[in-house]
């Protein structure tokens, strides 16, 4: 899923192609998309983009009037830019919006149709499709402690509940707690100061950091080659293969469609947390620590 530093590539790509300039329509191709009926979606026609904002991971074009149109892009939405009055053609395209300088085109690769469209208008109709996350930028160490022991969490969840945070996800999350050398299932209200300092550092630096490469990376391009896996960060998507600060191999935990990386050497004090599928089959077996996993993969 697209999050915080792949939205801000996606809406500094957008500002130069759009902004004070007339959409002439918008074609959607799979009517699940939309998810509002009023005010229509023909009522932004004509209308000039004066705004973008990001809502969480959701994207917003402010037009005349105060009309806006909130996409949210989930795990396999992606923006392309096209020539003028793009071709839809292809099961991945969902829906075009058409500039005079060219059409942004949403596709969503898979089966499952998850990303969505809205039409609101006004302040109140947009700031209701925000879930409240704070943003990290905008948010001392104090703000940023309370968000996060609302409740008490795993860091893990903590920081990827879009009512604590604003725009963190699975990927960002994995190498913000890496940074922060903390465990993914640390609980929020047993961490002590240094470790919150460690955490809120980490936070802003892994996110400034990925905003940085992904600008210098589009660099007057349209950013194509979105995706929650890169090759240069630390553990996210990178099981098996060496921590590039210790060069221990990175392990995982597996849920549902999701998976958390981390290294046991650098965030766990060389612990092994367990994994739902494995440690229900292994029992007791299940290893402990590096060694112990080195040496059941050798028996």
């Not at 697209?2 to 957008?14: K, N, S």
């Not at 905008?138 to 703000?143: G, I, Q």
């Not at 940074?179 to 892994?206: C, F, N, V």
Request: hydrophobic content about 40%; glycine content about 6%.
């Amino acid at each position: 899923m697209p999050e915080l530093p792949d939205i801000a590539a996606y809406i500094g790509a957008l500002e130069p192609r759009i902004l004070n300039r007339p959409l002439s329509r918008v074609r959607v191709v799979n009517s699940f998309l939309l998810r509002t009926a009023e005010p229509p979606l023909a009522s932004v026609d004509g209308r000039v983009a004066r705004k973008i904002e990001r809502i969480g991971k959701r994207i917003a074009l402010g037009f005349d009037n105060d009309l806006w149109l909130v996409l949210h892009l989930m795990i396999a939405g992606r923006l392309h830019w096209r020539s003028p009055d793009a071709s839809l053609a292809g099961r991945n395209a969902l829906a075009a919006f058409d500039f005079p300088d060219g059409s942004l085109v949403l596709t969503e690769a898979g089966a499952k149709r998850r990303a969505s469209l809205h039409v609101v208008s006004g302040q109140d109709a947009l700031e209701a499709l925000d879930p409240g996350g704070i943003d990290v930028f905008a948010s001392d160490l104090a703000t940023f402690r309370a968000a996060l022991t609302a409740e008490n969490r795993t860091l893990k969840r903590a920081l990827t509940d879009p009512r604590n945070l604003s725009g963190i996800g699975n990927a960002y999350s994995d190498e913000i707690l890496h940074a922060a050398r903390l465990s993914p299932i640390a609980m929020t209200h047993k961490l002590e100061p240094d470790e919150w300092q460690r955490l809120y550092d980490a936070t802003r630096g892994t996110l400034r950091l990925w905003m940085d490469r992904l600008r210098a990376e589009s660099a007057g391009r349209f950013p194509e080659k979105v995706t929650a896996f890169r090759k240069d960060m630390a553990v996210h998507g990178r099981y098996g293969e060496a921590c590039p600060a210790c060069g221990a191999k990175i392990q995982r935990i597996r849920y549902a469609d999701n998976e958390t990386n981390y290294c046991a050497v650098c965030q766990t004090g060389g612990k092994l947390l367990a994994d739902r599928s494995l440690s229900r089959l292994l029992k007791y077996d299940w290893p402990r620590t590096l060694e112990e996993l080195e040496a059941l993969k050798r028996r």
